[in-house]
């Protein structure tokens, strides 16, 4: 082979290599609130006017009321022949309430919740310990995301 044929066979070698080279995925530019959320079931709702969460973890306790919002559940209303898919937002009864902890990990973690119902009664004193979960939402090239979710109804405290 000449040095015309070697000159030619790499650089067509070279002009494949960028094929053979994994392409940069990127990440979604979102930003994720760490703490833990609180969600009271339909059934146990009306019982609830005000709830104080307490979460201790690695020896740090945070606790706030809750601001309480209604839940809703996403109602899917089907897609077009063309592709363009719809959904809508519903009422489900639920509240919603949301504790930060910038420092959330996935060590245990203790949740103490203690509120009043709306005829200023005290209700039960609940308490769980839990570990919350981290997951790779995008990808393990865009990081970890640790969360934790609770469920307070009439039985208790449950980790969703």
Known sequence: ???????????????????????????????????????????YAPDVASLRL????????????????????????GCTPDGVCSATSSPDGTLQGFLELPALSESPLEAIVSGVS?????????????????????????GRVVSAGLVLDGGGLQQR
Not at 63 to 72: D, F, I, S
Request: net charge negative.
């Open 1 to 43: 082979m000449g040095r015309i044929g070697l000159a030619l066979t790499l650089a067509g070698t070279a002009a494949l290599l960028p094929g053979c080279l994994a392409e940069p995925v990127g990440c979604p530019a979102i930003g994720h609130v760490a703490g833990v959320s609180l969600t009271v079931a339909a059934d």
């Open 118 to 142: 709306p005829a200023g009664i005290a209700l039960p004193v609940r308490t769980l310990t839990f570990t919350p979960t981290g997951e790779y939402p995008y990808g393990e090239q865009c």
């Open 54 to 77: 307490k979460a201790c973890q690695d020896s740090l306790c945070t606790g706030k009321e809750l601001t309480l919002n209604p839940g809703a559940t996403a109602v899917d209303q």
